[in-house]
């Protein structure tokens, strides 16, 4: 596609619950990130991949968040057992190469847990 | 240790004056360093990135910055404010040595007519 598209764009859920968010990164890019914006903050990094494995997975707050990608292409956030600390918007971005200085970023999807 | 600092978490100004937005950044390596813009429900978008070339970068909507390796600084700059340019701008830090991009905490730029 022309950019980074997430879905879904809004997901309310209730506590306890799973939820998935997905992320298509702009075609050839092998390089993805996964970063978590809560209300008034500034971005929080939760897992890279490259290609498809994830040699850093440093960011990931929780053993309830997990994430895949395959392909080398789509991606996957899971976040299992949804708390209220979990709402916030998740922004997928995707880059040519590790290291090759710009991210392009998603619209993001917007998480309420209520 | 790689650090960005933004620091002012609000910037208030009059339409048609000058907006600047200030970023130090600590880096042991020689980093590439970019501003974001985000409109509200908005994805990030790239205004303009420093990577080792001119230290003075031009970018999208008039907005300029200027590298300055001895004050470890990356503020950000604009002639004249648009009305259009409110919004939240983080100053982001790449050390060139791994995968990590390191995002300030943001700037809310607001615009008064």
């Known amino acids: 596609g022309a950019g980074v598209s997430q879905s879904p764009s809004n997901k309310v859920t209730e506590k306890g619950k799973d939820v998935e968010l997905r992320c298509d990164p702009i075609s050839g890019h092998t390089a993805l990130y996964w970063y978590r914006q809560s209300l008034g903050q500034g971005l929080e990094f939760l897992i890279y991949?490259?290609?498809?494995?994830?040699?850093?997975k440093s960011g990931l707050p929780s053993d309830r968040f997990s994430a895949e990608r395959t392909g080398g292409s789509v991606s996957t956030l899971t976040i299992q057992r949804t708390q209220q600390e979990d709402s916030a918007v998740y922004l997928c971005?995707?880059?040519?190469?590790?290291?090759?200085?710009?991210?392009?970023f998603g619209e993001g999807s917007r998480l309420t847990v209520l | 240790a790689q650090s960005v600092t933004q620091l002012d978490s609000h910037v208030s100004v009059s339409e048609g004056t000058p907006v600047l937005l200030r970023c130090n950044y600590s880096s042991s390596y020689s980093p590439s360093l970019f501003w974001y813009v985000q409109h509200p429900n908005k994805g990030l978008q790239l205004l303009l990135k420093?990577?080792?070339?001119?230290?003075l970068v031009k970018g999208i909507n008039g907005f300029e910055a200027e590298f300055k390796k001895s004050e470890t600084s990356f503020h950000l700059t604009k002639p004249s404010a648009h009305m259009s340019d409110a919004a939240e701008y983080f100053c982001v830090v790449n050390p060139n040595t791994g995968n990590q991009f390191y995002f300030g905490t943001g700037t809310s730029l607001t615009v008064i007519p």
């Open positions: 991949f490259q290609g498809n494995s994830a040699p850093d």
């Open positions: 420093y990577t080792s070339a001119a230290t």
């Open positions: 971005a995707s880059s040519l190469a590790a290291n090759t200085g710009e991210l392009f």
